[in-house]
């Protein structure tokens, strides 16, 4: 359910948002819907790296991935692939990080609402 | 406890979302460059392209059809003078937006607002010689010809609009990279870009060096060393043209002009030869066609993305065809129905400093006439990327900005600029260089021609010209100031009127001629004249050799075809070791040479002096003669804190032929007395033990291609973005003008008749964009020699023209 809700909204919302809306989504669905600290690294992990793959082969693929070939020599490294899970990697990294974060954010508040 | 775990909880994902979305030195902002929605996947274009295109632009005052061919060439289709330049604003700013951006920011000193605070030395340097304050007059000049203006505003106009279409997934990719944003553009930004072209193209100055080594040497040797006409010339005016015009009376030079000028302390730095370009003309006479064939190929810094932009400009009394800057509107180099024209540089002597006396330390005033006279001063505000803004102050005399008062440390561009002095450059006079363009674009013969050069001021330029009434035609042409014979050569006095500027060459009396007997016409930015012409323009120009060796080949020319003009361009024949082999190559003394030096002997022996890709002879040839050149001039011209240049490559092949036995010979650092043959053997062994250290054994890594390493760099020289390296032939010395990464930006061979026929190629393509297949598509046949049909069309449905793509503007 985490992994749908963020893959869909991140995908309608990057259309109008910059990237690090990411970063909301995966916090808010998990801190809203989280259901275990396990979950909530992983979902938005795949789901983000998925959605960013997904897209950027998109774009990609029909260059014949002659920009991404560039930015590999810009970067040094000597495959396009490279570039592709760096981009892919990082966002899935940060969105997991953030899904973490946003469920033991509930956590926290919650256990301080029931201490009080 | 809990409140912590919340706060940290949310300071995470925020810190890493800052340091994702932020950049740090050069590193670009991670994130927001490679995140696939707004970041660089979005630049890699599709290789299929749409095939109709509609677009609404309220600006147009009617509706516009843009073809663009298999190239990606935007053929416009206007219905009127503002549209069509309106148009090719929009379609310059889709391909090449970023590059009229950045090079107009680098013209106008502001490269620090993006980079922070390391181009701050190059910033303040373009502000202190001058260039917005030079583009600001020149916009006056371009304000006040209601045509010019019309086609200045309509062009902004259109990139504006193209600008605002813009989100932050379609910026090109160098502003996410850099991280900055595309701001608004101006007509000044028209003006700087054409200032820049004029700093490229003459503002280079070597009177700071030869003020030094009158001082050091006197005049005689100036005189013997550095000569105010080559000892090997081929002018572009032929000998023995007529000057029909009663020149005006030449300034009489002040009598103490070769008072001593003090001088600092900077390195010696040897001359390297300039920027230059070939065009020529044949008339009918020599053609197949009976029609006459112009040429041209300007040697520019070569970038990805490419200098020029090729275009064909159609609206009602224009059709024109050729290649435009991107961020000025017009044909700058190009043709139409009737006539074609092109450019090479003349190097003119248009910027001079002037020594100032300053009343004392605040500057604000200066000695001139015999009285203090005020400075004025202009306030520079270089705004800086991550760090307060600095205020420049520059004070300026009624010659020009005074560009130094202290000398910047480790900025090269500095080198040749002396401390307190003023300069007067043309870059700074009020001048409108696109009305030349915009009568060219339409001009329809010779004295089309003629009138439009009338409007042209700088960089001055050797426009040549062809028309399909059988004119052909050549001129020096620009501003130029009527100096006495050598003003400007050394740094002059700036307190004595006599050493102003006092009038100007009459534009109809520029070095000229129309249909010579030869029947051709051509430049290679060799002296413009000889030594006949009433005026003085310059004391040296570019070395002879790249231009006899195209009066060789087109006095022997009959019947020529486009094909025989474009085997032409890229002749790699060097003039230079045909004069200078039969001298040297009996000096070396086989006896002395190891066994790699002898295969090197043998090779450059047979050579047949092609400066071809695969000649290892080229190779040796090339390091030889500069060494040669080293060892002659190094020990008396390279003086710890005098600035000063070696003679001429001219002067050096004098020596050589008629002189060697000169005292210049001797290398005044050792106690022996060297011999040319001495220097000479040296040079050579030289020339192969470094080739052998950096290549190895003597083979195929040494070839000519291998040892050039030809390439084509991104402008911002971003790695992964250039060209690969290209393995092909040609040198400085020779019509095919390649050297690492300066040579023939664009090549072009015009056939006139009765419907003119274009041929040409630029290494690289027309999109900027390096996602885009049409970014570096042309390299390849540029870089083989070949040429593409132009496509020249008559009308937007012209099936003659392979169309890919179709893009219709309408008002609603």
Redesign the interface.
């Known amino acids: 359910m985490v992994f749908i809700v963020i893959l869909i909204a991140s995908y309608l919302l990057q259309m109008v948002l910059p990237w690090w809306i990411i970063v909301v989504i995966s916090f808010a669905t998990c801190g809203l819907i989280g259901k275990t600290g396990k979950i909530s690294l992983w979902s938005p992990f795949f789901a983000i790296l998925l959605l960013w793959t997904g897209m950027a082969l998109f774009k990609s693929l029909p260059n014949n991935n002659v920009l991404a070939l560039r930015v590999a020599g810009m970067l040094g490294v000597s495959s396009w692939i490279l570039v592709l899970a760096l981009s892919a990697m990082l966002g899935a990294f940060i969105a997991g990080v953030s899904g973490f974060c946003g469920y033991h954010f509930r956590k926290a508040v919650l256990t301080k609402k029931t201490n009080s | 406890m809990?409140?912590i775990?919340?706060l940290?909880?949310?300071v995470?994902?925020i810190l890493?979302?800052y340091a994702?979305?932020t950049k740090f030195g050069d590193t670009p902002p991670?994130?927001?460059f490679?995140?696939?929605?707004?970041?660089?996947?979005?630049?890699?274009?599709?290789?299929?392209v749409n095939p109709n295109r509609k677009i609404t632009l309220k600006a147009t005052y009617q509706n516009v059809d843009i073809a663009f061919d298999d190239r990606m060439i935007p053929h416009i289709f206007a219905q009127n003078d503002h549209d069509v330049y309106y148009a090719q604003g929009y379609v310059t700013a889709m391909h090449r937006l970023w590059q009229m951006d950045f090079q107009t920011r680098f013209a106008a000193g502001r490269i620090s607002e993006v980079v922070g605070k390391k181009a701050i030395e190059l910033d303040k340097y373009q502000r202190r010689m001058g260039m917005v304050y030079g583009a600001e007059k020149s916009l006056e000049g371009m304000m006040t010809d209601p045509k010019s203006k019309e086609m200045i505003l309509a062009y902004t106009a259109g990139i504006n609009d193209y600008i605002h279409s813009l989100t932050?997934a379609k910026l090109p990719?160098e502003y996410k990279l850099l991280d900055f944003k595309p701001e608004d553009w101006t007509p000044l930004k028209c003006a700087l870009l054409l200032k820049q072209m004029s700093a490229v193209l003459a503002m280079g100055s070597d009177e700071f060096y030869m003020t030094n080594i009158r001082k050091k040497f006197g005049t005689d040797v100036v005189k013997d060393l550095f000569p105010d006409y080559p000892f090997k010339e081929d002018p572009i005016i032929p000998v023995g043209t007529k000057w029909d015009f009663d020149p005006l009376p030449v300034p009489t030079p002040p009598a103490d002009a070769l008072k001593e000028m003090t001088t600092g302390n900077i390195e010696t730095k040897q001359k390297e030869e300039g920027i230059g370009s070939n065009n020529w003309a044949i008339s009918g006479a020599k053609t197949k066609s009976g029609y006459p064939i112009l040429a041209n190929d300007p040697h520019l810094d070569l970038t990805l993305p490419s200098i020029w932009y090729q275009i064909q400009l159609h609206a009602p009394g224009l059709n024109s065809y050729g290649v435009s800057l991107p961020g000025a509107p017009g044909v700058i180099i190009g043709f139409n129905q009737n006539i074609a024209w092109g450019v090479t540089n003349v190097a003119a002597d248009v910027l001079d400093f002037y020594e100032i006396k300053f009343k004392d330390n605040t500057h604000k005033s200066y000695w001139y006439n015999n009285e203090w006279k005020n400075t004025t001063t202009r306030l520079e505000k270089i705004l800086i990327r991550g760090s307060k803004a600095e205020i420049d102050t520059v004070y300026y005399t009624h010659q020009g900005p005074v560009v130094y008062l202290q000398k910047p440390e480790k900025f090269s561009k500095a080198q040749n600029i002396p401390i307190g002095n003023a300069l007067r450059w043309i870059a700074h006079d009020k001048s409108n260089e696109l009305k030349t363009f915009y009568l060219l674009n339409r001009g329809k013969n010779y004295n089309d021609y003629r009138k439009a050069l009338t409007y042209y001021t700088a960089p001055a330029q050797n426009f040549v010209f062809a028309s399909v009434d059988n004119d052909i035609a050549i001129t020096a042409n620009g501003k130029f100031p009527l100096k006495w014979k050598d003003q400007g050569k050394f740094i002059m006095d700036g307190s004595d009127p006599k050493n102003d500027w006092q009038g100007w060459i009459p534009a109809s009396q520029n070095p000229t001629v129309k249909n010579p007997p030869r029947n051709f016409v051509s430049s290679a930015n060799q002296s413009s004249t000889d030594q006949t012409y009433p005026y003085y323009i310059n004391w040296e120009f570019s070395p002879y050799e790249r231009a006899k060796r195209i009066n060789d080949r087109l006095t022997v020319m009959t019947n020529a075809t486009a094909d025989s003009i474009r085997t032409m361009q890229t002749d790699t024949y060097s003039i230079h070791a045909q004069n200078i082999l039969p001298a040297i190559l009996p000096l070396v003394d086989g006896s002395k040479l190891n066994a790699t030096q002898k295969e090197g002997f043998s090779l450059v022996s047979a050579w047949n002096k092609h400066y071809d890709a695969k000649e290892v002879a080229a190779s040796i040839f090339d390091l030889w003669t500069k060494r040669i050149q080293y060892n002659i001039w190094d020990d008396e011209f390279s003086v710890d804190g005098v600035p000063m240049r070696y003679p001429s490559r001219d002067r050096t092949v004098q020596l050589i032929l008629t002189q060697p036995d000169s005292k210049w010979v001797d290398n005044i650092k050792t106690p022996e007395k060297e011999t040319l043959s001495d220097l000479v053997n040296e040079a050579f062994k030289y020339s192969c033990d470094s080739l052998e250290r950096k290549y190895g054994p003597i083979g195929e890594r040494w070839q000519w291609a291998n040892f050039k390493h030809s390439n084509v760099p991104h402008l911002a020289k971003?790695?992964?973005?250039g060209s690969k390296t290209l393995m092909i032939g040609g040198g400085k010395m020779t019509i095919d003008a390649l050297s690492e990464s300066n040579g023939p930006s664009w090549r072009m061979v015009v056939e006139l008749g009765k419907t003119p026929k274009g041929h040409g190629v630029f290494p690289g393509g027309q999109s900027g964009n390096?996602?885009?297949?049409f970014y570096d598509n042309m390299i390849d046949t540029w870089a083989n020699g070949e040429l593409y049909d132009l496509f020249f069309m008559q009308s937007v449905d012209d099936p003659s023209a392979k169309i890919i793509s179709k893009l219709k503007i309408s008002k609603k």
């Open positions: 809990n409140k775990k919340a940290i909880c949310i995470i994902p890493l979302t994702l979305n991670l994130l927001k490679l995140n696939p929605f707004t970041g660089f996947w979005q630049n890699a274009e599709k290789n299929t932050q990719i971003i790695p992964g973005f390096p996602g885009s297949k």
